[in-house]
């Protein structure tokens, strides 16, 4: 519990409220490689794959190429690349690219994996780029759709990031749920 009596200065005595309050923690678990060869044959052409997607990238605004393959469990590997818009709103990012049209060409099959990679204009990123907060969310709910957990492989110049769900990338995503609850 966390400590209570600080708002005693108040005309309300909200210790009575502020004294439940329980600390919890977080841990996110993850694997981290520190070259691509230790990842299995698969991972790595699906990282390869997702690395040549990039090269599709329309992205004359930001520079920021990046591309997304999805393994789907009849082992179809569907790539996208992130498209871009003068009208930045319009753009739509790799990973949303690639799951969209796998939901719309393979809606009864689920997805196992997605790899993400990223480049600027200096080649690729050093460091593995998560995906953002709207493919995170889009993810999670292609996630919850087949009640299916999907294993997220984000590689960089010098180490490869594996996460066995995208829960362990967005723990709190909005679930179709809370529509009806």
Same mark, same amino acid.
């Given at each position: 519990m966390v400590g209570c009596?600080?708002?005693? @200065? $108040? @005309?309300?005595? $909200?210790?009575?409220?502020?004294c439940m309050v329980e600390k919890r923690e $977080?841990?996110?678990?993850? /694997?981290?490689?520190?070259?691509? /060869?230790?990842? @299995?044959?698969?991972?790595?052409?699906l990282i390869e794959k997702a690395r040549q997607a990039a090269e599709n990238s329309y992205s004359p605004y930001s520079k920021f190429a990046v591309g997304a393959a999805v393994l789907l469990a009849n082992g179809e590997?569907?790539?996208?690349?992130?498209?871009?818009?003068?009208?930045?709103?319009?753009? $739509?990012?790799?990973?949303?690219?690639?799951?969209?049209?796998?939901?719309?060409?393979?809606?009864?099959?689920?997805v196992k994996a997605i790899a993400v990679a990223a480049y600027n204009q200096n080649g690729m990123l050093i460091d593995p780029v998560p995906p953002c907060g709207a493919c995170r969310q889009v993810m999670s709910e292609t996630e919850n759709r087949y009640n299916q957990p999907i294993r997220v492989l984000l590689p960089g110049e010098h180490e490869v990031l594996e996460f066995d769900s995208v829960a362990d990338l967005l723990p709190f995503g909005f679930k179709p749920s809370y529509l009806t609850a």
């Open positions: 009596g600080e708002y005693k @200065s $108040l @005309s309300v005595p $909200l210790d009575k409220f502020f $977080l841990t996110i678990r993850y /694997n981290a490689y520190p070259d691509w /060869n230790r990842l @299995s044959v698969p991972d790595q052409d590997i569907i790539t996208g690349a992130n498209q871009e818009n003068a009208a930045y709103p319009s753009g $739509l990012c790799a990973e949303r690219v690639a799951l969209f049209y796998a939901n719309a060409q393979y809606p009864e099959v689920s």
